[in-house]
């Protein structure tokens, strides 16, 4: 198809389609003014001009790339180059945190307290007790429940909300103070413009829009960072006294050891819990939904769990059993619904030339992470819900979900956590959690679907269910939860 062309200094632009760039606006806002208008029109866009295509946002390109080569080549192997993010004016978000912060010295040291935190959390002991509160609290629903038929989706979120917030602010933090938390979070988030949290709106625009919101969202920033401020203060009060689990590390002691300011703990705090909870439970939710549907796979799932059960031969070093089947269904799960359809905004600070094309320095670069993990070169049937092409001997075995700048082309089957040096610290994290989640919700409970189960997506920063997922859950005879 013809497209609209572009030049910068002599070299094309990736194609883009030939609707009239509006000054200021460009054409991306007219034609696509919501997130949900903006994924569909880049499917379209990706099959008339391939998986490299423009956009203006305002008089910025904005170049998305949805082919696992050019991902590679860029994110992977042209890391140092890909890993800057545009300059933010930060409204609604947070403007203190690793991943808005400019790629150098503070994002490197930010980035390695977050990570070396997380590597070292006492993971087990945090499952453990937000394990067993999450199967209570479905026991009771279930069991109050006519016919047991619940809608989890309340119950998981607040599972693994509770769990990141004994990472962040520490075990025994004032349970209070804390139920106000996700409450703030999401009058903050509701208030943000999407576009321009992916950088996709011109800035007079962007100044437009929060201008009415200002005030709300002033008022709801501060009810978070006194909130915010109120769990740092009960655990610096905790560390003085020393008080018990109070004592192992948690991500505000990292914090606080590095002397940051005020505004600056308040936003890590902000990122952590919004990075960690909101991404991890959404992909819970997909996961269960995928396992009530298939029926199949969710006895297959829990035979192999409990036959690794068996036997000190299946623990990992760290304790933990292993069953393949159990992470082939998280990552079937992940290259199908990834939380993130989209990465956060990428920019380079120089002009790079792609395939004959040029990416000019300082524009919007962005990935369809979901357009990746359901291409059809690289899966075969990629729409359907096959775990078993995780396990060994399967198209899926041993790809890597951040694959990295060793990895060649053709490894970057999937990216739900993006790849090269932006690539989510969380990961490995998020990995664990979400076995041991799935592990003991499949143990403890059958999940029966109540008619047809709904998998349209609401696109959106995080994809969710369109319909939260609606189960008939019956108690299994009890099994000691599992970390
Ligand atoms: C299933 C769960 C999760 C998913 C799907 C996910 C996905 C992502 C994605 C797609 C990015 C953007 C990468 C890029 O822009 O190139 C990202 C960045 C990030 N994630 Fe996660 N994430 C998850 C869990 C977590 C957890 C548990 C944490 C921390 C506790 C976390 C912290 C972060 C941070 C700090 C960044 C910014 C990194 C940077 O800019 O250097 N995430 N994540």
Request: hydrophobic share 40%; aromatic share 8%; glycine share 8%.
């Amino acid at each position: 198809r013809q497209h609209g062309k572009c030049y910068i200094g002599g070299s094309p632009l990736p194609p883009g389609p030939p609707w009239p760039r509006l000054p200021l606006l460009g054409n991306l806002l007219y034609r696509c003014p919501t997130t949900a208008s903006l994924f569909d029109a880049l499917r379209r866009l990706h099959a008339d001009y391939g998986p490299v295509v423009t956009l203006w946002a305002g008089s910025k390109p904005a170049i998305f790339i949805a082919g696992r080569e050019a991902a590679h080549r860029t994110l992977a192997r042209n890391g140092a180059t890909f890993a800057h993010r545009p300059p933010s004016w930060s409204f609604g978000l947070n403007g203190h945190g690793v991943n808005s912060a400019q790629y150098g010295g503070r994002w490197s040291l930010l980035r390695r307290n977050l990570s070396s935190h997380l590597a070292g959390a006492p993971l087990a002991v945090a499952l453990q007790s937000s394990l067993s509160r999450l199967v209570s609290s479905l026991e009771r629903a279930a069991a109050a429940a006519e016919n047991h038929v619940v809608v989890p989706s309340e119950i998981l979120r607040h599972a693994v909300f509770s769990f990141f917030a004994s990472l962040c602010f520490g075990e025994g933090a004032a349970e209070d103070v804390l139920r106000q938390l996700p409450g703030v979070h999401a009058e903050i988030l509701s208030l943000v413009v999407e576009l321009g949290a992916f950088h996709l709106m011109p800035a007079l625009l962007e100044i437009a829009c929060y201008l009415p919101r200002c005030r709300k969202l002033s008022n709801a920033q501060k009810r978070h960072r006194a909130t915010v401020m109120a769990l740092i203060s009960a655990r610096q009060q905790r560390n003085r006294d020393g008080v018990g689990p109070g004592r192992r590390r948690c991500y505000v002691d990292t914090l606080l050891e590095l002397r940051l300011r005020d505004e600056e703990m308040v936003g890590l705090c902000w990122e952590f819990m919004k990075a960690a909870a909101k991404t991890t439970s959404t992909a819970l939710e997909w996961i269960m939904a995928r396992l009530v549907l298939h029926q199949d796979v969710q006895r297959k799932l829990r035979e192999d769990i409990a036959r690794r059960g068996e036997g000190d031969e299946n623990c990992t070093t760290n304790g933990e059993r292993r069953s393949p089947f159990l992470e082939a269904v998280v990552l079937e799960a992940l290259r199908r619904h990834p939380p993130a359809h989209y990465l956060l905004a990428h920019t380079t600070h120089k002009d790079v030339y792609l395939d004959g094309y040029v990416i000019p320095k300082g524009s919007v670069v962005n990935y369809g992470v979901a357009d990746i993990g359901r291409d059809a070169t690289s899966w075969t049937n990629p729409d359907e819900f096959l775990p078993e092409r995780f396990m060994e001997g399967g198209e899926g075995y041993g790809v890597s979900v951040t694959a990295g700048s060793g990895s060649g082309e053709g490894s970057m089957k999937m990216m739900p956590f993006g790849s090269g040096r932006r690539a989510c610290p969380g990961a490995a994290v998020a990995l664990t959690v979400l076995k041991s989640f799935v592990e003991n919700l499949v143990t403890r409970f059958e999940w029966t679907p109540v008619g047809a189960v709904d998998m349209e997506e609401k696109p959106g920063l995080v994809t969710e269910m369109r319909t939260p997922l609606r189960t008939c859950l019956v108690v299994r005879p009890h099994v000691q939860p599992t970390m």
